[in-house]
């Protein structure tokens, strides 16, 4: 069946270093969705990407969907203790439902 | 305030018993989803509802059911014939069950079962 594939499933890193998490699915997708769940928390969504190649920002957040929109990319510049937590991707089915990665945990030390 | 909800924050059972889980949203979605996390893994659905009295079957239904009898509400069992019940259920809804529409979260429910 169609899957999404996340890594790393987890990166500690020192605050102020970059972080990134790769985003990959076995067939092509309509948009993908990127979330984020803070520790104890439940996800928030954060963005969609729809079209080939597109590169969306929030602030020290960089979004990236792929040239053939079967991958995507979360990076973050400069990390914040703020930015701890679970980063999960999402693509739609071929059903419609969400398909979520297994999500990549990020950890900052101060 | 417009959200979802669900309660309790924490609920612990007996094995052998059944058990509901309660979801509730004021953000007039047509949309509800109920997932289930395991430490350390993604989101696996278990079951959606597009639309009021109407739900279908997620990835991992064995051992739940659910109803939609209002637009607001859809509340989930765990039934005894669930096999391995402790997790954290988070229930969402959309807009409608569209695939570009956001989804939004409830708190969840860290369900024990001893």
């Known amino acids: 069946g169609q899957q999404v594939m996340q890594i790393p499933q987890y990166q500690h890193v020192q605050e102020g270093e970059d972080f990134t998490t790769y985003c990959n699915s076995s067939t092509t997708l309509s948009n993908i969705q990127w979330y984020k769940q803070r520790p104890g928390g439940h996800p928030v969504f954060l963005i969609q990407l729809v079209k080939s190649g597109e590169v969306k920002k929030q602030k020290r957040l960089t979004f990236q969907f792929g040239e053939a929109k079967k991958n995507s990319s979360l990076h973050i510049t400069a990390t914040q203790t703020t930015d701890v937590g679970t980063y999960f991707c999402a693509g739609p089915s071929n059903t419609g439902k969400l398909i979520f990665g297994q999500g990549t945990t990020l950890q900052v030390k101060p | 305030d417009g959200g979802i909800t669900q309660s309790p924050k924490y609920l612990f059972r007996k094995e052998g018993q059944n058990v509901t889980l309660s979801c509730e949203q004021n953000?007039?979605?047509?949309?509800m989803y109920w997932y289930r996390q395991d430490p350390g893994q993604g989101l696996r659905l278990i079951y959606y509802s597009q639309i009021v009295n109407d739900f279908q079957k997620g990835d991992i239904a064995e051992g739940y059911s659910v109803s939609r009898e209002k637009k607001e509400s859809f509340p989930l069992t765990v039934t005894s014939a669930q096999k391995n019940p402790t997790a954290f259920y988070l229930c969402?809804?959309?807009?409608?069950?569209?695939?570009?529409?956001?989804?939004?979260f409830g708190p969840g429910t860290r369900l024990t079962v001893l």
């Open positions: 969402a809804s959309s807009l409608n069950s569209g695939s570009y529409n956001e989804q939004f």
């Open positions: 953000l007039n979605h047509d949309a």
